[in-house]
């Protein structure tokens, strides 16, 4: 981490138009901080490498003496670095710097002209150490000296601390496959250990007799099986007793007398419901008396009763103890539990001959559960023929099928033909034509709409990646689950003396619709197959973990006409795929993995980097100017950039398990590729 640190913020200096930044006058303190930093981060980069040297030193002598390995170790060390110059330098520095003084460093900046193209040339900026005041030390060792006078007037930071790091870390990887290769039969006897372990556990461990979890326990140790609509005896009893228990906390709520707020609202009136016009009793949370929040329930006798917000909430621990039972799990909503505990709290409020909450739930349960679909409309987008996507189907609604609904409901109830022929011509013209998510269950109609409501947005959100706003910033995407689409618009009123305008207009006018053929959901398919296997999350490796929020994150950014939003969501989605952890660096390991990911070439890595840099220099841009065209234009190419990185790890979503060893395949790139120039 110390070699990490250093090599970032000089790698940060070295970046032209942060170097410029950084050696602005209006800049003055941030570019000394960053001088002293850089200070500060080579005296702990040579301090740490000797210490890593010495305790390697003492590692293998202590427990490999006598050994053939601690020969090849001592042999490969005296080969690669006993008379290296750049090793010898970076041990002599820390000498140089705990005894001597810290060295004579400073930040520059060089323009080199081009003479076949007088409007431009080369800007360099970095941070250097100068060699005359280090030469003058006379403790160097010869090799660490020639290093020195081989650099010419600057030893230049960046260059020395990675191929120190690049050696050192080649070393390491040399010698932990040595050792394992030394332990190799060690490690065979610890595998087979390890399973015969494993085997023993298994084979002494009691199955469960249920699988279901739940929080509420039958209070014999061993969970009872249950049917569907039924709970076993000893999971009634315990459901039983805290129902009764939390009935016997019903109270008399007195309600805070109402306070108006001081002025009348200039809003036309709603509609008023009298109490004769009220079909049931209102549920609401006030104040009682005394200040305390009550939730409200049953009116009896002139008198409000309810429950304390202490006491609600062991109401919803008991909800999610039933949730948690396999069968209510599966085709029982929260909202329609909770719902039947409180209808059951009001039913058997000060009433002697009650039936059990456990009963009750069951015969309700039983009552709503019944095979149906879930068509949620999906806003702007149109499909020539239906697909899978995951546990859902993209359907379009079609004219039939509103025309055939049209019709059901006026055999139901045809005295409301003018209501209901006035709803579905309002449906066909918000709605036709548009493609849905149609997700099918056995449930009761709330758990169909509460996942449902979820899977749908979660494959709109991965349908959005292959759009075509995707990649063509600064294009925007309106497709979302129909009534949350984001299309702003402004509506501005304009008075002058004896003047009124009013203009109304959308902001976002390269928002267009979608229209998948048959033949672009072709070339969709494989992506589609991909992250059909993502909508759940239930099961998936930490790398798909990561893929998925990667995916849900730049589909997110997609829907915001705002550059540096889009800018934030996208860097967002990128680091969760190429940092290995929250501690390192995110600017210039996301550039420089990036850069692996996208070519081979070495100037094109580096044009990359910058564009990623730029990228994250414009989101933390404090200000609301609009960004320039160049800026747009980085703006797209990086967008670009970042879908195709997001892609190829969608494509490779079965290869790891973890985001490191993604991670570690994108840097083996670099060893890999072709030194090109």
Not at 163 to 170: E, K, M, N, V
Not at 218 to 237: N, T
């Amino acid at each position: 981490m110390n070699a990490q640190e250093l090599i970032e913020i000089t790698r940060r200096v070295n970046d032209p138009d942060e170097g410029i930044r950084l050696m602005a006058v209006a800049n003055r303190e941030a570019g000394s901080q960053t001088h002293r930093e850089v200070t500060r981060r080579v005296h702990n980069f040579v301090a740490g490498a000797l210490t890593l040297v010495e305790h390697t030193r003492i590692f293998m002598r202590e427990n490999y003496s006598n050994t053939p390995m601690l020969d090849r170790y001592q042999a490969k060390v005296d080969a690669d670095f006993k008379d290296q110059a750049l090793v010898r330098f970076v041990q002599d520095l820390r000498n140089y710097i705990l005894h001597n003084e810290l060295p004579n460093s400073e930040m520059y900046m060089h323009f080199q002209s081009n003479p076949d193209h007088p409007e431009g040339g080369t800007l360099e900026t970095g941070i250097h150490i100068r060699t005359a005041p280090l030469l003058e030390w006379r403790n160097w060792s010869a090799p660490a000296r020639t290093f020195i006078e081989s650099c010419g007037e600057f030893v230049d930071i960046r260059t020395f601390a990675e191929s120190y790091t690049d050696s050192i870390l080649s070393f390491h990887g040399w010698l932990q496959s040595e050792l394992d290769q030394f332990h190799s039969a060690d490690l065979d006897e610890l595998r087979k250990l390890q399973e015969s372990l494993n085997r023993l556990e298994t084979a002494t461990k009691p199955a469960p007799a249920v699988a279901a979890e739940t929080n509420v326990s039958s209070g014999g140790g061993v969970e009872e099986p249950e049917q569907e609509f039924s709970f076993a005896p000893g999971r009634a009893a315990t459901l039983a007793a805290a129902a009764d228990a939390l009935l016997h906390k019903v109270r008399k709520i007195e309600l805070e007398p109402a306070r108006g707020d001081g002025f009348p609202s200039e809003r036309p009136p709603g509609v008023t419901l009298t109490d004769q016009e009220m079909l049931a009793v209102p549920l609401v949370w006030a104040n009682d008396a005394e200040g305390r929040r009550a939730f409200v329930f049953t009116y009896k006798d002139s008198a409000h009763f309810g429950l304390d917000e202490e006491t609600f909430a062991e109401m919803q621990a008991l909800t999610e103890s039933i949730v948690k039972t396999d069968w209510a799990r599966r085709m029982l909503s929260r909202g329609f539990v909770e719902k039947t505990i409180i209808k059951w709290l009001q039913d058997s409020f000060q009433v002697e001959d009650r039936k059990s909450l456990a009963e009750t739930i069951a015969r309700d349960g039983r009552d709503a559960v019944r095979p149906l679909e879930l068509w949620a409309p999906i806003a702007n987008l149109e499909v020539q023929n239906s697909f899978t996507v995951g546990p859902a189907e993209i359907a379009t609604i079609t004219k039939a099928m509103i025309e055939r609904l049209e019709s059901q409901a006026l055999s139901f109830a045809p005295q409301q033909r003018d209501s209901i022929v006035g709803l579905f011509n309002k449906l066909r013209e918000r709605m036709q034509g548009f493609a849905a998510v149609v997700f099918k269950l056995r449930a009761e109609a709330g758990k169909i709409e509460e996942e449902g409501a979820v899977i749908a947005r979660i494959i709109v959100a991965f349908l959005r990646f292959f759009s075509p706003a995707a990649l063509n910033f600064p294009a925007v995407s309106a497709n979302a689950l129909l009534g949350s689409e984001l299309v702003p618009s402004s509506n501005l009123l304009v008075l002058g003396d004896g003047t009124f305008s009013y203009k109304e207009a959308i902001l976002v006018p390269n928002a267009p619709d979608w229209r998948i053929s048959e033949d672009a959901l072709k070339g969709m398919r494989p992506g589609l197959d991909a992250v059909g296997g993502l909508v759940r999350p239930e099961g998936l490796s930490a790398f798909a973990l990561a893929v998925r929020a990667s995916l849900l994150l730049f589909s997110t950014g997609t829907t915001f006409p705002n550059p540096i939003e889009r800018l934030s969501y996208t860097l967002s989605s990128l680091e969760a795929l190429l940092l290995r952890h929250s501690a390192e660096p995110a600017e210039f390991t996301v550039a420089e993995r990036m850069g692996l990911l996208l070519t081979q070439d070495r100037t094109q890595r580096e044009e990359v980097a910058r564009n990623i840099r730029e990228a994250y220099r414009l989101r933390g841009r404090q200000d609301i100017s609009p960004l320039f065209p160049r800026e747009m234009g980085s703006v797209a190419t990086f967008i670009r950039r970042a879908h195709h990185v997001i892609g190829t790890a969608l494509g490779n979503v079965g290869r790891f398990g973890t985001v490191p060893e993604f991670v570690n395949a994108v840097e083996n790139i670099r060893n890999q590729s072709p030194s090109t120039s």
